[in-house]
Structures are given as structure tokens and as C-alpha cells.
């Protein structure tokens, strides 16, 4: 194996820390209640998978892998996430990328100082190409006809290397003027297959994009607009690039050419996972972002369509870098973690069905005897049939159904037994052929 050392940039290093993140706390109000509905069922199964760490996840058109480099493993699971085979013995295994046919999946072995090659149909190892002592490889892309991966360069800098993977020897070119701070996020995209994008990953700022179709990278693009990227895209028309920065309270999508920012998904707190689908669609994860995990978006689109929340326990965490399509956008996974240790894969199929989204009002108190009323309000970005109704529940007790009007409002007034002054109205939408179902909350106060 050859190994050739190159310069990636003659552009001055920048090293400006990102700023803290801020935790802000809100303060409720119980004078007007309003709670959005969650999509009820949406993913299927909470699988329990057979490792207890995770670095990245990925799909293909027929299988899931999950790299946990605790496990030194890369588990592969079918679309119904039924296990096919736990691969072992992959050091530290964590960045995973797929060639384009499918057949081969590369994993970086930091632990090993190497890539490791799969056979994706007998899911064994085929080759181990080393990138040198204490390159720590973790993030890969496959871009230009190579195989490029983030690594340790040098004590305090990381860099970017790349494999011929095509060649039955394949040369390992390694960065001789490393700008990185940490090994940088790299994503790419058929649409663009001599484009490379890498972005920091760590307390630092930098985007760049690479041409990468002579062999020697030249840099066209760059922004210090981001930095501390925890998980990145690049659209399957190979014009923007999509980062999850846990810094921000939204995603960013940003011009390939020139790495202006386009738009932002409003996606709430700390961004730690996004994934675009071969149509364009966008999920973007966040992480203790509060009613939801995910919110996806049409292409072109930056109004969220449909809002995702994972099983609804109190362990629910979306991992960094954990979402993942099936190629064709019919099937969304979604790895989280239990603080009991296992890591969970949760499975949405319903994807081309929008959210119901129910806000409810009512007074903070009402009169003991006298009936209260709750209004509230139906609404999705998709229309909905003409004919519909909410069902209620007063403290688990079933209250006549309400219809709907043509604008989404609707309301309904109840008096509770004079023994129940606290009770628990719950509005529920059931869902349509377009709809996944709805539902919100709401409580009262009844006094004397």
C-alpha cells in the first residue's frame, strides 16, 4: 500500500470557539393552554438491538446498519429491524459509508488506524486498508472515485484523507496542511460526485466544500458561519448542504457553489442528526427538543409537514447522527437511547401522511356547577375531509363526540361531577388517509 502526503488548503486557520450553549427556561402559563397534538404510533416496534453504544446510523434499500464502537461491531438489521448479523471485531467502529451499487460498505476503525471493508450480501469483512499509526480515521464519504476520511493528523490538528478504492492496491493519501481543529463531519451526494463537503466537528468553526475530481482537492467553497457540526447532508441534487449544529436552535441549509446560507428549519433545540432522502426530503433530529424528536420536510420546503415523536417514555433520546432513510423515502429509522443501556431502533412507515396538530383553550378556573368551555382548533399543512370530528375524554370518561368546522375550530362545554375539580379534558383526532392521528390536553381548575 503507498502512502502520499498532500496539501487540502493554503487558507490561514481560523480558530474561534463556538460560543456555549445557553439553556433557556420557559415559564407556563395556565391562563390559555395550547398543546400540539402528537402523531400517535407513529414509529413501529422500539426494537431493542443487541449493542449498547452507537455512532451513526445508515439504510440502504435493504438493510440498516448501527456502528457502536463500545461494541467494536456494526449491527445489521432488515427494514422491519429484525437482526441479520452483528459484524464484530471492528475496532472502535463508528463513520460508515456505502458504495453506490450497494455491495461494499466501508466503517472506520479509529482503534485500528484503519477502513474496514464489508460485503453487504454475507455482512463479512473483506479487506482492512490501514491510513497510518495514530490516524484514529472516524467520519467517511464517498466522493470523486475515492474513499475520504476525517482523522487525526497531527496532535492538535485533524485532517482528510482519501483511498483509491478502486485500485486492488489502493494508495492512502494523507493531508500535509491540516486546518481542522476536530476530525471533520464529510457528506456527499450523487448529485454532486466530485464534491465533498467537510465541516468542524468540534468546539471550532469551518465549512468547506472540496472539487475533488482531479485527485487533488481543490477548495471552492468556504464559511465560518458554522462549526461544532454534529451531523451533515448534502441534497441528492448535490445544491445544499443540511447541518445539525447542537449550538442552534435550528438547522441550516447551505448553497453548495458558495456556502451562503439559504434557510433554516425551526426545529427547536439542540440539532444532532439530518437526513435527506433520494426525493429530497428532509428529517432533522433534535436532541431534549420537547414534544418532538423529528420534523421532515417536503423538498424545498421549510415548514415541517409532519412532526415526529419517538416512543413515549421518559428515555427517549434521538442519538447524534441517528436518523436514516430507506432510499426511496418510505421508511425513516430512528436510533435512541435508553439510560438503561440498550439502544433502541424505532421505525416510521407512515411517511407521506402529514400531522394533526390540535391547540386547545380553556379558563385556568370555573365555577363549581356551572359548565366550562374548551375551544380549540384542527389544523395540518394538507386539507382535510369535510366531514370530521374529535373525540373527548373528561378524566378517562368518555364525552360525545364534537364535530369540526370547515376552518378547524371547534368547541365543546362540560360540567363535571362536583367531586372532580381537576379534571383532564383529552381531544383526539383519529387520523385519515392523509393524517396521522392528533391529540392535546387540556386541564381546569373547578373551584368554589
Known amino acids: 500500500m503507498k502512502i502520499t502526503i498532500y496539501s487540502w488548503s493554503t487558507k490561514v486557520r481560523i480558530r474561534r470557539r463556538v460560543a456555549g450553549v445557553a439553556l433557556v427556561l420557559a415559564a407556563a402559563s395556565f391562563n390559555l393552554l395550547s398543546v400540539p397534538g402528537t402523531a400517535a404510533a407513529q414509529p413501529q416496534g422500539s426494537i431493542v438491538l443487541p449493542v449498547r453504544s452507537h455512532w451513526q446510523t445508515l439504510a440502504d434499500s435493504r438493510q440498516v446498519y448501527v456502528s457502536a464502537p463500545g461494541d467494536d461491531a456494526v449491527l445489521a438489521t432488515d427494514h422491519d429491524g429484525q437482526v441479520v448479523k452483528k459484524v464484530e471485531g471492528l475496532d472502535g467502529a463508528r463513520g460508515m459509508a456505502e458504495s453506490a451499487d450497494e455491495s461494499t460498505l466501508y466503517v472506520a476503525l479509529p482503534d485500528a488506524d484503519a477502513i474496514s471493508v464489508i460485503d ?27 474513499l475520504f476520511f476525517g482523522y487525526q493528523s497531527t496532535v492538535f490538528d485533524a485532517g482528510i ?3 483509491t478504492i478502486a485500485d486492488e492496491t489502493p494508495t492512502v493519501t494523507l493531508d500535509n496542511n491540516p486546518v481542522w481543529y476536530g476530525k471533520p463531519r464529510l457528506a456527499s451526494s450523487p448529485g454532486a460526485p466530485d464534491r465533498l463537503v467537510a465541516a468542524e466537528s468540534q468546539d471550532a468553526l469551518g465549512m468547506r466544500v472540496y472539487d475533488v475530481s482531479s485527485g487533488t482537492p481543490q477548495e471552492t467553497a468556504y464559511t465560518d458561519a458554522t462549526g461544532d457540526v454534529e451531523d451533515v447532508a448534502v441534497t441528492p441534487d448535490g445544491r445544499s448542504v443540511i447541518t445539525a449544529n447542537g449550538s442552534d436552535y435550528y438547522h441550516s441549509r447551505w448553497r453548495l457553489s458558495d456556502l451562503s446560507e439559504e434557510a433554516r428549519y425551526e426545529t427547536g433545540t439542540y440539532p444532532n442528526a439530518v437526513a435527506v432522502d433520494s426525493h429530497g426530503t428532509v428529517a432533522a433530529g433534535t436532541v431534549a427538543g420537547g414534544d418532538w424528536d423529528a420534523y421532515l420536510y417536503r423538498p424545498g420546503e421549510t415548514t415541517a409537514y409532519r412532526t415526529v415523536a419517538l416512543t413515549t417514555d421518559y428515555y427517549r433520546d434521538l442519538l447524534d447522527r441517528g436518523l436514516a432513510w430507506a432510499p426511496d423515502g418510505n421508511r425513516l429509522f430512528a436510533t435512541r437511547f435508553p439510560y438503561s443501556g440498550e439502544v433502541i431502533l424505532d421505525i416510521v412507515t407512515d411517511i407521506a401522511k402529514a400531522s394533526s396538530t390540535i391547540t386547545l383553550s380553556a379558563p385556568p378556573t370555573n365555577p363549581v356547577g356551572t359548565p366550562v368551555s374548551v375551544t380549540g382548533k384542527l389544523s395540518s399543512l394538507v386539507p382535510f375531509p369535510k366531514h370530521r370530528v374529535v373525540t373527548v375524554t373528561r378524566s378517562g370518561l368518555e364525552l360525545p363526540d364534537v364535530k369540526v368546522s370547515r376552518d378547524g375550530t371547534f368547541t365543546f362545554r362540560d360540567t363535571p361531577p362536583d367531586w372532580n375539580t381537576y379534571p383532564q379534558y383529552v381531544v383526539t383526532y383519529a387520523g385519515d388517509a392523509q393524517h396521522v392521528p392528533g391529540t392535546a390536553t387540556v386541564m381546569v381548575e373547578f373551584v368554589d
Not at 121 to 144: F, M, N, Y
Open 120 to 146: 453487504t450480501a454475507t455482512l463479512t469483512e473483506t479487506r482492512r486498508i490501514s491510513t497510518g499509526a495514530d490516524t484514529e480515521p472516524e467520519t467517511l464519504a464517498l466522493a470523486g472515485g475515492r
Open 161 to 163: 484523507g482519501s483511498i
